[in-house]
């Protein structure tokens, strides 16, 4: 008789970049895993920030994105050729030097965050958290745009994200509850830079509990 092996969770490192954060990764029964921060790896205290965040969301080909796709002014996708696609970043590196100059940093430019920030929330807070629906967020606007979108589902499986995500034409953000202190923890990214970084941030708390009530 073939027994089954219960799967447990298993620490690794987030392929991504040279910090090396530490992860674990426990399997859902489903072929995939859920992904949270090590609290006890010293390279990240259980912190990621947002590639490593969605990692669990690269462990199958549904809803990757597997060829070229340009963003729509409704912040919908049209699937293009790669000329069509190289020349819409050329394009966009172009605007940034004629409006920065020649001397601008691109890396800059496209400003990343480098990691998530955290929001105080109690135990059945994060609980209500991690069921939300998209109803839930009455919330219209996120640091002075309209929301494009809110999801509580990956549009690519319709698999539950265990949090809130919500867009705008410039920028996102995403909340999760933390599996081990009292918060839940912000993801965000801006198109425009550090100090609207800090606005959506700062908004996102607001919208975040807004929904929770
Ligand atoms: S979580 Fe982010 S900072 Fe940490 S290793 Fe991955 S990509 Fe690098």
């Known amino acids: 008789m073939k027994l089954s092996v219960i799967p447990t969770t298993v620490r690794t490192t987030c392929p991504y970049c040279g910090v090396g954060c530490g992860v674990l990764a426990r399997p859902d029964g489903r072929g995939g895993a859920i992904t949270t921060g090590d609290p006890d790896h010293p390279a990240n205290s259980g912190r990621l920030c947002s590639k490593g965040f969605a990692l669990e969301e690269t462990l199958g080909l549904n809803g990757r994105l597997l060829h070229p796709m340009l963003r729509r002014a409704d912040s919908s996708y049209a699937k293009v050729d790669w000329d069509t696609a190289l020349a819409a970043v050329a394009d966009g590196f172009r605007k940034i030097i004629d409006r920065d100059g020649p001397g601008v940093n691109l890396e800059e430019a496209r400003y990343e965050t480098p990691y998530a920030v955290d929001a105080p929330a109690d135990r059945e807070q994060k609980a209500k958290l991690g069921a939300l629906s998209p109803d839930d967020v009455t919330a219209t606007e996120l640091a002075g745009e309209a929301i494009t979108a809110k999801l509580t589902e990956a549009p690519g499986n319709g698999a ?27 993801y965000a990214e801006s198109f425009r830079g550090p100090d609207h970084l800090a606005e959506v941030q700062e908004a996102a708390r607001d919208v975040v509990s807004a929904a929770l009530g």
Not at 166 to 177: D, N
Request: charged share 25%.
């Open 160 to 186: 539950k994200i265990g949090g809130l995500k919500v867009t705008t034409e410039s920028a996102w953000f995403a909340a999760r509850p933390s599996g081990t202190e009292d918060v839940y923890k912000i």
